[in-house]
């Protein structure tokens, strides 16, 4: 089944039925042409500044990061932490009310929490020294009382498989899979019988700047390493309903969330 896109916006109910089915969604030139240019700036401004929190690609050593500190291009950053609170820019998009609105339709609360502790991110994948990442829903490490957070990932430029796009397996957050299924850290086995035909039908969607994808953070997506010569940028951050609460001494609770509350 192919990923649904939506260019109208307005029939928010129509895009709930479609994620609840999905579990992901695309918006199409969602982020105004405006916007998405001054938030790539200031990306590119908080990426020369280097200041933590931040994650290098060798500290994961994912297939094709490299492979130690001393290694060619261990200085590589995978992604900068730590966003929203960087420069109001950032912010601004955290909180615009356009998508909170309709995060708050995918989660049925119109009190809605910015989860800090998890992606919140400004994600890099870098032609010569980015990674694979491998088949995974992002609740593997997450701890909340209910599993129920969207992510908003949002294009700074063109996206596509050849520049380590990120692939989403539709229908997956319905799905359940024995642990033989999965790696020791959590990865999806491809091949497993269980997990083979719903890898089959996974869906790579192509972006251009100012898309957005929204998607359940228990549907399985990857990526692979990017081919072209061009850096590819996203900014992601994630959400919960403000009554779903992290779990006491998780990472998920580790730092404070940033709410909001909607009208209506």
Avoid: C
Wanted: glycine content about 6%; aromatic content about 10%; cysteine-free.
């Amino acid at each position: 089944m192919a990923i649904t896109s939506f260019s109208d916006f307005g029939d928010v109910n129509a895009i709930a039925q479609v994620f609840a089915r999905d579990g992901v969604v695309v918006l199409r030139s969602f982020a105004p042409a405006e916007q998405v240019a001054a938030i790539r700036a200031e990306s590119m401004r908080q990426l020369e500044l280097r200041l933590p929190p931040l994650e290098l690609e060798a500290e994961l050593g994912y297939p094709g990061a490299p492979k130690s500190s001393d290694a060619q291009g261990a200085a590589t950053i995978r992604r900068l932490r730590g966003m929203a609170t960087r420069a109001a820019v950032f912010m601004e998009w955290a909180g615009q009310q356009s998508l909170l609105q309709l995060i708050a339709q995918l989660l049925g609360s119109r009190e809605i929490t910015l989860t800090q502790a998890h992606h919140n991110s400004l994600m890099t994948k870098q032609p010569s020294f980015s990674s694979d990442t491998l088949w995974h829903r992002d609740v593997r490490y997450w701890r909340f009382a209910r599993p129920e957070l969207v992510s908003s990932w949002l294009a700074l430029g063109d996206e596509s498989p050849a520049n380590g796009g990120l692939g989403f397996i539709v229908g997956s957050h319905l799905a359940s899979f024995p642990d033989a299924a999965f790696d020791e850290r959590e990865f999806l086995l491809p091949q497993h019988p269980s997990a083979a035909p719903w890898v089959a039908k996974a869906e790579f969607p192509t972006l251009a700047a100012g898309d957005v994808v929204l998607f359940d953070a228990r549907t399985f997506h990857a990526a692979s390493r990017n081919s072209t010569t061009q850096t590819k940028y996203s900014l992601v951050f994630s959400y919960h309903a403000s009554d779903n609460l992290p779990q006491s001494g998780s990472r998920s609770a580790s730092v404070d969330g940033i709410s909001w509350r909607l009208d209506g």
